[in-house]
């Protein structure tokens, strides 16, 4: 089944980063199709951001998303830009202290850069906290995956940090369901 | 043994390159296209290549030229402003058929335009941007599984034709990233070296001369003025200039079948797409999702030489409907060699074409 996700933020955040690692997690890990596309300006950093993953049990053919079905948004301009218009079918995560406005699909709150902050001490690590609220909430690629699609992607050294944000956000993203 | 990755189009590409035997890089970086020259500085110096970050794009072709001499596999990669800039220089490896590979991931232009989005609007430029009348091959990958093997290909047809052979991808393939098979070895066809005896720029029965590679004992000069087979400069011979220039295009010209790379679908159709790059996604996904109205599909992964006669393997179409991310450049040429009625599907903007708006097309056609 073809699943669209689509991730946005400001620039900097690790949004396209966040779908690459997703992409990479279904192709390499999960035996699946994958495509990893992106949209972003001339600036370096802030302005908004969006990166977006096709995954499919089949070869992908048209390889962009236009209609997800599965958002992730860390940023309120993110939101106005490439969230506000989320069908009620979709499901949306969104990091709850930078967004403030609420879609009208199904929304889990993530309150992921707090929790990077706060109990893992780098805010730096929202993104990957997300992938793992992503994971456990919308079963989209399996646990196993992510974390090795992760831990190709992460700098040396930063590997425990990352594997805590991960299991910290497959939490989040378990509570969410209930 | 293949190797399974998760690559982007860009890094596939330099990765191709390097397994065709590259071993110079003379660029500037530009976006869309940065990521093959980062990738190719950080390997090439491993690989006992060279890399080179140059002051522009003029001297980035003429450093490519020059590795070329000495018998190396070199490449450039740009988009649209450098693109440009290059042009006098593309015209300087054409006449001293000297084989390269120039990779322009296109943005949207003109001038400096989308930096960031996606275009196919150089594809004129590519056949006709640098002055005067010449041959040239240009390769259109839609997918990085396709910019991997048409990179390889890139440099054999360059070094089979001693031209200067263009990659045109674009932001969508270049930056995509997706499941990608590498070959454990790549096919890698040589030069035709110079045969002794024979003067340097005399052509074989192809139309092609033998190389004579820099610091193997051959006393070549190499002029951009016309020339004659050993080289020196005669540029007042009507007979001579002309016979030069017929040789340059007609050495690809005459070869445009064995070029050519295409792949039909349902050749029986009456509503038939033609495409090349990434539109060939779009047009896939509109066969996939509607089998019962049975529509044609061409995919050109070479459109310079234009294989013609390839349009007649649809001998009950209606309407060819071309999409392009452009203002309908490649439609024009395919209606210079058809009768059937052309329907051109421009896309501005720096988006693909989505299955929806080419579906409505073709059911308008119907």
Known sequence: MRREVRFSGFGGQGIILSAVILGRAAALYDAKYAVQTQVYGPEARGGASMSAVVIDDEPILFPKVTHPDIYVIMSQQGFEKY????????????????????PACVCREIPATAEAKKTLGRAIVANIVMLGALVTSTGVVSSAAIENAVLDSVPKGTEELNMKALQRGFELGRRGEA | MTKIEFMQGNTACAEAALAAGCRFFGGYPITPSTEIAEHMARR????????????????????????????????????????????????????????????????????????????????????????????????????????????????????????????MSDEVVGHMRERI????????????????GTLPFTAGAD????????????????????????????????????????????????????????????????????????????????????????????????????????????????AFIVPEMNFGQIAREIERHTCVPVKSVPKLGGELHTPDELLAVAEALR
């Open chain 1, 83 to 102: 969230g506000a218009d989320a069908p009620e079918e979709a499901i949306m995560l969104v990091d709850s202290d930078l967004v403030r406005s609420r």
């Open chain 2, 44 to 167: 090439l110096p491993k690989m006992d290549g060279v890399f080179v970050q140059m002051e522009d794009e003029i001297g980035s072709i003429a450093s490519v030229i020059g590795a070329s001499w000495t018998g190396a596999r070199a490449m450039t990669a740009t988009s649209g402003p450098g693109f440009s800039l290059m042009m006098e220089n593309i015209g300087y490896a054409v006449m001293t058929e000297t084989p390269c590979v120039i990779v322009n991931i296109q943005r949207g232009g003109p001038s400096t335009g989308q930096p960031t989005m996606a275009a196919q609007g150089d594809m004129l430029q590519c056949r006709f941007g640098s002055h005067g009348d010449y041959g040239t091959i240009a390769l259109c990958p839609a997918s990085v599984q396709e910019m991997y093997d048409l990179t390889v290909k890139a440099f054999n047809l360059a070094d089979r034709f001693r031209i200067p052979v263009f990659v």
């Open chain 2, 207 to 318: 139309g092609v001369p033998g190389f004579p590679e820099f610091g193997k004992g051959y006393g070549v000069h190499v002029t951009g003025l016309t020339h004659d087979e050993r080289g020196y400069p005669e540029a007042t011979d009507p007979a001579l200039h002309a016979a030069l220039v017929e040789r340059l295009v007609r050495k690809v010209e005459d070869a445009r079948h064995e070029i050519a790379d295409v792949t039909l679908t349902q050749p029986d159709a009456e509503i038939v797409f033609i495409t090349y790059g990434p539109p060939t996604r779009t047009v896939r996904q509109v066969l996939h999702d509607n089998p019962e109205k049975a529509f044609g599909h061409l995919q050109l992964r070479i459109v310079w030489p234009f294989p013609e006669d390839v349009l007649g393997a649809f001998p009950h179409a209606r």
């Open chain 2, 181 to 196: 098979e590498i070959p454990d070895t790549v096919t890698v066809v040589p030069r035709r070296p110079l045969e002794k």
